[in-house]
């Protein structure tokens, strides 16, 4: 079982920051490509941002100078700092790892999201 625990969503106002962190727990072998997707209400999710095991990132062209992708691999943990939050940025924030378990095998878990509000 690989769990996902995504944390820092929340209410900021328009040019504020947050930092979501989601941490992958469980039977992990090793973690490929973390990454972030949002939700808007009526809309499909989209690629936020991603990053690989050798560092290797990728940024929508919405973020890109705004948000950053990070992750700690010792201890399984991505994160992404947003900063310059602007009222379309709301959203529900979704993690998603590809991985590799401890009994072999490839697969692709999803976080339980977090609400992301940029509001005045």
């Known amino acids: 079982q690989v769990q996902l625990v995504e944390s820092g969503g929340g209410l900021v106002q328009p040019g504020g920051s947050l930092r979501l962190s989601c941490a992958a727990s469980?039977?992990?072998?090793?973690?490929?490509?973390m990454g972030w997707y949002l939700q808007a209400p009526g809309k499909q999710r989209e690629l936020v941002a991603t990053?690989?095991?050798?560092?290797?990132?990728n940024y929508a062209d919405s973020v890109k100078g705004r948000f950053i992708i990070s992750r700690d691999n010792a201890k399984n943990t991505a994160y992404l700092q947003m900063n310059s939050l602007k009222p379309e940025d709301t959203a529900v924030y979704y993690c998603n790892v590809g991985l590799t378990r401890r009994g072999g095998g490839y697969s692709n878990y999803w976080g339980q999201g977090t609400q992301v509000t940029v509001s005045s």
């Open positions: 990053i690989n095991s050798g560092g290797s990132t």
């Open positions: 469980g039977s992990i072998r090793s973690i490929n490509v």
